[in-house]
């Protein structure tokens, strides 16, 4: 029988093990099995804590997800400026933790299993809605909301597309480089409606 308060580091344990195995032999190939080998203990193990292999990945997808929010949490602490917060979530989106090979392998796993699984479609989707609103919040306090809706989109877009082409090809050899990209993205973004603004202005005048 496990030890009382076992429960929350086995299961961090597991998770660990799954993302490897995901990593090392495919989402599909992950088993229970594997995935016990890996945190060097028995598939029945597994089951005290999961109730089947849906459950850990799902979980494994948790994970993941709350780590990242961390790391946005953490950096949007330091400043109340909306354009260093949007730059704050650039930058954890982008972060050193999100390139490392196994962190990919379980991303992709999760983008390509997820339309056929509810639960896992359920995770993407709250990823996608806490990005955008996120952006949102502080884009809403620089230009009106109709720029701030597409400039959310534009900005999601282009960390999805960026960090997918990673993701496939390897990561980046500067990892700057898409922060940095995505950051331009913004910049012009910005610069692109204050010149709006003065335009109107000049022909009111």
Request: proline share 4%; charged share 25%.
């Amino acid at each position: 029988m496990p030890k009382l308060g076992m429960a929350p580091i086995r299961r961090k344990q597991l998770v660990e093990a799954a993302i490897a195995a995901i990593h090392a032999h495919g989402f599909a190939s992950a088993t229970v099995a594997r995935i016990a080998r890996e945190a060097g203990i028995s598939a029945g193990m597994v089951h005290h804590y999961f109730k089947d292999k849906d459950e850990l990945l799902f979980e494994t997808m948790r994970h993941l997800l709350a780590e990242l929010r961390a790391d946005a949490v953490a950096r949007l602490a330091g400043t109340d400026d909306p354009r260093q917060r949007i730059r704050a979530i650039i930058d954890a989106c982008f972060g050193d933790s999100q390139f490392d090979g196994k962190v990919f392998s379980a991303w992709l796993a999760l983008y390509g299993n997820a339309r056929q699984s509810p639960r896992l479609m359920n995770i993407l989707s709250l990823y996608h809605r806490r990005l955008r609103s996120s952006l949102l919040h502080d884009l809403r306090r620089l230009v009106p909301e109709h720029h701030a809706l597409r400039f959310a989109d534009g900005i999601a877009a282009m960390i999805d597309g960026l960090w997918l082409r990673y993701a496939l090809t390897g990561k980046p050899a500067d990892p700057e480089t898409p922060r940095a990209l995505t950051r331009d993205y913004l910049a012009a973004a910005l610069a692109h409606t204050s010149n709006d603004r003065a335009a109107g202005l000049n022909m009111r005048s």
